[in-house]
């Protein structure tokens, strides 16, 4: 069955600091892989996504992912947080085959914090 | 620059009642879903559609209704409200799906900003 782990429920960096979420599929076709961001009380907004081509996505807010298909993992990272990254993270993957068209697969979520 | 938009953003409902969960997007997109997002849950999909007047079932159907009688809107029925059904709604839209389609913007899934309820 689909699946998207993503292994870090809470995650503490320093503001400054470089990240790395972690994200890890399970998914027999070509994945389409996304990564979302929630603010407190706020709606999902997309970050990025991979379909194809370079396996090095750049996204929104200074994000970028890897996509290793040999490791099914689609890891976020960033080089410097801002305090303004404090959030929860979401790793989905598309299902692209009949009968679910366009439904997400969304991992538990990683909950950011960012220490001054 | 509307988006998705849902309403409520916050509603508490007793045992029994029902309520709906209006969600409207202006982007003209044929694909809408329903989420439900459950503490340390991620979101699981209640129920979709392809178009006006086609839905289907997601993961987890039970104890909702939707219809699409509009391009636009989308609303989410709860016929009897139960305090599993506590959670955050978020209504999405896309233009396409993944299934055959030629990787593209259009295939993006856009939220809404969630509708909080509480069953008492």
């Known amino acids: 069955a689909q699946s998207v782990t993503q292994p870090d429920i809470h995650i503490t960096v320093s503001e400054g600091a470089s990240l790395e979420l972690r994200c890890n599929y399970s998914?027999?076709?070509?994945?389409?892989l996304f990564w979302y961001v929630q603010s407190p009380g706020q709606g999902l907004q997309l970050l990025l996504k991979?379909?194809?081509?370079?396996?090095l996505v750049q996204g929104i807010k200074g994000f970028e992912a890897e996509f290793k298909r040999s490791q099914s993992s689609f890891n976020l990272r960033k080089p410097s947080v801002h305090w303004s990254d404090a959030a929860e993270y979401f790793c989905?993957?598309?299902?692209?085959?009949?009968?679910?068209?366009?439904?997400?697969?969304f991992g538990k979520g990683t909950k950011l914090s960012v220490k001054p | 620059n509307a988006g998705v938009t849902q309403t409520p953003k916050f509603r508490i409902l007793k045992i029994g009642q029902s309520m709906t969960l209006q969600c409207t997007q202006d982007?003209?997109?044929?694909?809408m879903y329903w989420y439900r997002q459950d503490p340390g849950m991620g979101l699981k999909l209640i129920y979709y559609?392809?178009?006006?007047?086609?839905?289907d079932k997601g993961e987890v159907p039970n104890g909702y209704n939707v219809s699409r009688s509009t391009t636009e809107d989308f609303p989410l029925r709860l016929e009897l409200a139960a305090p599993s059904q506590t959670s955050v709604y978020f209504c999405?839209?896309?233009?396409?799906?993944?299934?055959?389609?030629?990787?593209?913007?259009?295939?993006?899934?856009?939220f809404g900003e969630g509708s909080w309820l509480t069953v008492v």
């Open positions: 982007m003209n997109h044929n694909y």
């Open positions: 989905a993957v598309g299902l692209n085959y009949g009968g679910s068209q366009g439904n997400l697969i």
């Open positions: 999405a839209s896309s233009k396409a799906s993944f299934q055959g389609a030629i990787p593209s913007s259009g295939n993006t899934i856009y």
């Open positions: 998914y027999g076709a070509t994945p389409y």
């Open positions: 991979y379909f194809s081509g370079d396996t």
């Open positions: 559609s392809v178009g006006a007047g086609i839905t």
